[in-house]
T-cell receptor, first 115, second 116 residues
Framework: AQKITQTQPGMFVQEKEAVTLDCTYD???????LFWYKQPSSGEMIFLIY??????QNATEGRYSLNFQKARKSANLVISASQLGDSAMYFC????????????FGAGTRLAVHP | NAGVMQNPRHLVRRRGQEARLRCSPM?????VYWYRQLPEEGLKFMVY????????ESGMPKERFSAEFPKEGPSILRIQQVVRGDSAAYFC??????????????FGEGSWLTVV
């Protein structure tokens, strides 16, 4: 069965420092996609970054980068130069078999950025 | 280009009433997904619809829940005889046809259902 595991219920980081949020996944598929979303207290789901299983380069989007280690089945999110506005819940998700956008989400990590 | 539109944003229902949540996909998108987020949890897939067809409803509770995406108009998630355990955020997402790679899923802002 496909599964996403986020082992850090809560993390905190000092403003302007970098932070890594962990995500491991389990799948027997060869083709899959990995996503990270941010959910602030207002509740909406904000897409951050995407990594395809065949992408050779790690994905980057501004201050966000995805540390993709396929053999270890991990897809950690790195946020550089943290800002107070980064305080939120962060979810890792995987698109698996079926060829459509049926995403499997992890339980999330709550990040608090301290001044 | 408007995003995925959900309404209402917040809905309060008494136990036993019906809840109807609406979702208008992005322009050009013919695929709609519904996800549910219980408090302090991640989103869980409920159902995947194309126009007038339910493609995958493997995440839908067997009773009281139904979804449709008619030829005209928004997709509707309907919950009959609501119970307190139905209190959750319900997210709709849409995708264009033929989307099976890259980031091709777009979420609405969610509808928060509270059952009192």
């Amino acid at each position: 069965a496909q599964k996403i595991t986020q082992t850090q219920p809560g993390m905190f980081v000092q403003e302007k420092e970098a932070v890594t949020l962990d995500c491991t996944y389990d799948t027997s598929d060869q083709s899959y996609g990995l996503f990270w979303y941010k959910q602030p207290s207002s509740g909406e789901m904000i897409f951050l970054i995407y990594q395809g299983s065949y992408d050779e380069q790690n994905a980057t989007e501004g201050r966000y980068s995805l540390n993709f280690q396929k053999a270890r089945k991990s897809a950690n999110l790195v946020i550089s130069a943290s800002q107070l506005g980064d305080s939120a819940m962060y979810f890792c998700a995987m698109r698996g078999r079926g060829g459509y956008n049926k995403l499997i989400f992890g339980a999330g990590t709550r990040l608090a950025v301290h001044p | 280009n408007a995003g995925v539109m959900q309404n209402p944003r917040h809905l309060v229902r008494r136990r036993g009433q019906e809840a109807r949540l609406r979702c208008s996909p992005m322009k050009g998108h013919s695929h709609v997904y519904w996800y549910r987020q219980l408090p302090e949890e991640g989103l869980k897939f409920m159902v995947y619809l194309q126009k007038e067809n339910i493609i995958d409803e493997s995440g839908m509770p067997k009773e009281r829940f139904s979804a449709e995406f008619p030829k005209e108009g928004p997709s509707i998630l309907r919950i009959q005889q609501v119970v307190r355990g139905d209190s959750a955020a319900y997210f709709c997402a849409s995708s264009p046809p033929g989307s099976n790679s890259g980031n091709t899923i777009y979420f609405g802002e969610g509808s928060w259902l509270t059952v009192v």
